[in-house]
């Protein structure tokens, strides 16, 4: 009886997250449509430790530099969540053209959500597989 609690759990789980992340995915293709698109630089990349009780996280800001068509170059300076980006590195960078330091870094966003379907799928086979071994028994 438990283990089908558990695996009824684990689908629900499975089934919410997927059901958050497609949203996230759409969201960044609807942004990608009402967004310029353009290349940026990583100027400068800092990595901060962060201490907290029992837990240490690292924290990137960088600043990147890209062209617009209206103002020139551009510098922002924004947290990263991507590990894989470093100190002079291209990235593809989004922007909206009436406000320009409003930037999505898709490639950031895309791991987040990709992570979010990779563990939702997880716990649906994993839900699958505690439901079906109660079923058989």
Not at 16 to 29: E, F, N, V
Not at 31 to 47: A, I, N, P, Q, R
Not at 109 to 117: R, S
Request: glycine share 8%; hydrophobic share 40%.
């Amino acid at each position: 009886m438990k283990q089908k609690v558990v695996g009824f759990v684990l689908l629900f789980v499975g089934v919410i997250s997927i059901l958050l992340a497609s949203y996230g995915l759409y969201s960044l293709y609807d942004k990608s449509e009402s967004m310029e698109h353009t290349v940026g630089f990583v100027k400068y990349l800092d990595t901060k430790r962060i201490h907290r009780y029992r837990k240490i996280r690292y924290e990137n800001t960088a600043q990147i530099s890209y062209d617009t068509k209206r103002y020139g170059n551009m510098y922002v300076g924004v947290k990263l969540y991507n590990p894989f980006i470093f100190q002079g590195d291209s990235i593809s960078v989004w922007y909206s053209p009436e406000r320009p330091e409003k930037i999505v870094i898709p490639m950031d966003d895309g791991i987040i959500y990709a992570f979010i379907v990779a563990s939702g799928l997880l716990c649906l086979v994993l839900g699958v597989i505690c439901v079906r071994k109660t079923i058989n028994q």
